[in-house]
């Protein structure tokens, strides 16, 4: 087998996979209400995105120009024009703890602050553990990514959060009503 074939296994085997799993998924028993969305559309599109990742990418390497040593991802990291081997950036496990625990936290704080808040702010605490300092990229990033993931959630996902308990409530609902979610 050619290295131009070993490559394109893991995404025809995929693509297979994909394959059966939409049918299986074209097949779901349920019967639909008004206009809301059934079991069937999220896997649906998925599926679709997987289909698609693994055609174009097939075709890529279908395209690509045929090379007795292809080259890899590792080969062109790897190398350097100065000759140097390159140098692995420093592990630090304390940030990696930090991490951790900021999950954590954000798992057992969601019901009290409520999905908004606590999004918000594990967000801005994880950019600010992985050593990023301008504070107020750091807060636009959080507020915008809470906002979006609040969004499709409950407006495109269906899905409902925890608004948290009083005061922090007030905050979840207020956000609700502007984004016209009941």
Known sequence: MTPRHRALVPYVLVLAAAAFLT???LHFGFTPRGDRPGPDVWPRAILALIV???IVRIVALLRRPGRADPVMLDDVLDSRPDGEAPQSPPRNPVLLLIGIALTIAYVALLGTLGFFIDTALY????IRTGRYRRWPV???VAVVGALAFMAVFMRVVYLSLPIGSPPFSVVSLALMQTMGIR
Do not use: R
Request: glycine share 0%; aromatic share 8%.
């Open 123 to 126: 967000i801005a605490l994880l």
């Open 52 to 54: 698609v990742t693994c």
């Open 138 to 140: 750091i807060v636009t």
């Open 23 to 25: 049918w299986s998924a």
